[in-house]
């Protein structure tokens, strides 16, 4: 699925959309955007009118019912050309909890006009400082016909922007535990909900003014819920089933960062070697020289032995194997190739020296989304605990 060369009829096609997405929404474009924050509106639209936000869901809902292998094949081609964005990846994770777990009826109306480019976010994310996802102070509290919503939400991307939101809630007293948490769909413009953004920029600029938004048009907002009413009709799923579904669209997401952040990750490695080509110092390219080169070299390794995780964690999803297998490789693929990644724009902005923090390089505007991608949607400290329990057997970790 990395291997461009053995791409099938549908794949080659997904990279020639790719191509020509680009060519219209090009680098210059999410440059002048992030600029002047004003939302990647073309971009959207574009994907929204071929359905590329519905790459895996059903064909009666509007999607184009590919598999994860073309989904792969996708978000690497978008990463490649800068295209990838965090947004873009929690609206196909929106999708999929539809799919998997909604009523015919929320398929039926929400489905559509989320792959046709209406914003969807997701919202998982308790503000607090526990490791274990399922925490959750956001609760749901159950009347007769409705749910009634309180509590803080961090990191959302796309909040302010969104036309729906679906998010997480603690419906059932059980701390930590993926039991006793719910999914709802609602309006994030509805009453009693307050949108505040999230500066997550790095400043590469002399300019004051508060920077939220990301290369790609991601924008990331703290979301307060204060006695927001949601009629029953708009869970998703079953009550207090929402944390199996959250852990199954985790892996979905984590196998979208580890392709992402392996698409950024040669970007970056191929401007950085292109770089150490032309650059010449004490009349020899800087490519020549070992302390150039070795650190290159050992970046490429790092990023081909990432693309072996991914590929085996795309194929245990496909395959439909066992649930805690999946969530393995997903996780094993997405540390890998986060960490890959990061080692991969290290080096390049060594390399390009302080060319690297010019914001038409294309490399620093970049830095923010792999920085983040080590984070979400789990820390990568986190999936080492978690492996060392689930691979080595050694105890639960004391400060989970």
């Not at 791409?7 to 096609?13: A, G, L, R």
């Not at 598999?67 to 999708?95: G, K, P, W």
């Not at 490399?363 to 983040?372: D, E, Q």
């Amino acid at each position: 699925m990395f291997d461009k060369s053995k791409y099938s009829v549908e794949q080659k096609f997904i990279k020639d959309f790719v191509k020509q997405l680009s060519r219209s929404c090009d680098y210059s474009y999410f440059l002048e955007n992030m600029k002047n924050e004003e939302f990647p509106a073309e971009y959207w639209a574009i994907i929204g009118e071929a359905g590329y936000i519905g790459i895996i869901a059903p064909e009666e809902y509007g999607g184009t019912s590919f598999h994860a292998e073309e989904l792969t094949v996708f978000m690497d081609n978008m990463a490649r050309n800068t295209l990838a964005s965090y947004q873009l990846m929690t609206q196909i994770v929106c999708c999929e909890l539809l799919t998997e777990f909604g009523s015919e009826n929320q398929k039926k109306e929400y489905l559509p006009e989320i792959i046709d480019g209406k914003l969807c976010s997701l919202s998982t994310s308790d503000l607090n400082e526990c490791m274990n996802l399922f925490e959750m102070n956001v609760t749901a509290a159950k009347k007769e016909k409705t749910y009634t919503l309180n509590g803080t939400k961090s990191y959302v991307f796309g909040a302010r922007e969104a036309d729906k939101l679906i998010i997480a809630a603690r419906t059932a007293n059980k701390d930590c535990e993926k039991e006793g948490i719910s999914l709802f769909i609602l309006d994030p413009k509805a009453d009693g909900i307050e949108v505040t953004p999230k500066e997550i920029n790095i400043r590469t600029t002399v300019t004051l003014d508060p920077e939220f938004m990301t290369i790609t048009g991601d924008t990331v907002y703290e979301v307060r819920f204060t006695n927001v009413e949601i009629p029953a009709e708009n869970m998703i799923g079953e009550e207090n089933m929402g944390g199996q579904y959250v852990q199954e669209a985790s892996d979905l997401f984590m196998i979208m960062m580890a392709t992402a952040a392996i698409g950024w990750g040669d970007y970056v490695l191929d401007k950085a070697v292109e770089h150490a080509k032309r650059r010449v110092i004490f009349e020899e390219p800087i490519g020549s020289y070992q302390g150039v080169q070795h650190p290159l070299a050992r970046a490429k390794t790092d990023l081909e032995l990432a693309k072996l995780a991914v590929t085996r964690a795309v194929t245990a999803y496909q395959n439909k194997e066992d649930k805690d297998d999946i969530s393995v490789y997903a996780s094993i693929a997405k540390y890998a190739a986060t960490e890959a990644s990061y080692t991969a724009f290290d080096v390049s902005i060594q390399t390009h020296g302080g060319y690297s923090a010019d914001r038409e390089t294309g490399i620093i505007t970049l830095w923010p989304m792999v920085l983040l991608s080590r984070i979400i949607p789990l820390n990568n400290d986190v999936i080492l605990e978690k492996y060392s329990e689930a691979a080595l057997g050694l105890p639960e970790g004391a400060i989970s």
